[in-house]
């Protein structure tokens, strides 16, 4: 049996939709967009949405419309892809990493005692902003977040790239802070078959200057009221979006029931599963144990043919880009001990029950041979 460890969702209406898109003679930022935006920001719980090129252009355009740059610091985990905190270092701010909890997003006990501290890090004069990071698909503990939020004046960014439609105590991430940043990228809860991102805010100026910025600086076809970049959509990547979020909740709720299969599955054996917290409703981008033993684990589990993942075997701070040109870093000791014990194991909509249930079998055959 062959298990992938994730896989788009493909249907003959989505196929349809594209070659329609094709005949329509508008590509760039037409009907298809303003619709997709219209109905994402309503999903969000936003008043509006600005589709981007990718989930990191979305997080640099509001870095940008923020203001923040040169001076500035930026409160974010280290344990998350690399491209949250890129776009921290092309605005010319500094990011201040943060130590994760239980649930693997950051740790609001540690942040508050870095922030006791004052600014900190090479070249950081004041700490601007929190971007925090619903790792996984499981949201972080806003509440704590945002009681730091408002005693330090720092805005905070969501980066949902992981959670399209999770909850945090009934709300969805990326309707909470100044704005929340989704990437369309292939392995996403929602996809467009290629790179792609939407940034959802309630915030006029915001959705204002990110709107202007992702189209060369224009509001009016040649007229440039700022310098801006290209960081645009596209009509067929818009119309499989609007098919693919329709069909979201579904998902998700299939993720769900795959999580809960695992769990299952997998009690008993020397492995931590995910956890979700009372306040959650996750997502399961990613489903994460943890051992001992994860290289073992999964090498076998690839010669029997279940293709498993790390994220992250590397933490930001301790990437060759940027690890000799940060400043001292906060203690980031459960972030360093959990990359050499996490292992993704496949999880999609549509995955089947045999499936999950074979790669449990096949766990449970792991520390047989090995105890
Ligand atoms: C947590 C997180 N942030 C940011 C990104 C960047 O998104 P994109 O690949 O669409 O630029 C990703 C996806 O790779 C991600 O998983």
Redesign the pocket.
Known sequence: MKVSLSKPYVDQEIKNCVLEVIDSRQYILGNQCKEFEKEFSQFIGTKHAVLTS???SA?FLCLKALGIGPGDGVLVPSL??F??VEPIFHVGASPIFVDIDETFTMDPKQMESILKKGASGKGVKEIKAILP?H?YGHPADMDSIFDLAKQYGLFVLE?C??AHGALYKGKRVGSMGIAGCF???PSKNLTVFG?G?VLATSNEEIAATCRMLRDHGRREKYEHEIVGYNLRFNEIQASIGRLQLKRLDGFNKSRRQIAQRYQDGLKGLPIITPDAKEWAQPVYHLYVIQTEDRDRLAAFLEEKGVQTGIHYPIPCHLQPAVRNALGPQPNLEKTERVVNKILSLPIYPELEKEKVDFVCTTIGEFFQGSG
Do not use: K
């Open positions: 990718s989930g990191t997080i998350t892809a491209p949250t990071v790792l980066d790239c992981q990437s369309f990228y790179d991102g």
